[in-house]
Nanobody, 124 residues
């Protein structure tokens, strides 16, 4: 497993932008698919975005498609989530996840490593 630390959360007005970062450590970043999930109060954890090791394949939840962009810098063991046109419905704790696989997945149970989460609050 790898250790994951998220940062970049905060309070932003609707329509604004935030960029979340997730830094991995502990083992080589090579061959890990990375995902972003979020959990709002009283709701289940839901998939947001994922990216393969090469960065060649990405997947997004329909609710964020066209607004969020996931990317990674393997040299820095970092995955980013650029969030634009934020809405109050995007308010949640955002978690970074990793799994040693070359396949992209949107299922939380497929990921073995998780960060502690970072709070994103979007005010109306």
């Amino acid at each position: 497993q790898v250790q994951l630390v998220e940062s970049g959360g905060g309070l932003v007005q609707a329509g604004g932008s935030l960029r979340l970062s997730c830094v991995a450590s502990g083992r080589t970043f090579s061959g890990y698919v990375m995902g972003w999930f979020r959990q709002a109060p009283g709701k289940e954890r839901e998939f947001v975005a994922a990216i393969t090791w090469s960065g060649g394949t990405t997947k997004y939840a329909d609710s964020v498609k066209g607004r969020f962009i996931v990317s990674r810098d393997n040299a820095k063991n970092t995955v980013l989530l650029q969030m634009n046109s934020l809405k109050p419905a995007d308010t949640a704790v955002y978690y970074c996840a990793a799994e040693r696989s070359f396949r992209v997945t949107t299922i939380a149970a497929d990921f073995g490593s998780w960060g502690q989460g970072t709070q994103v609050t979007v005010s109306s």
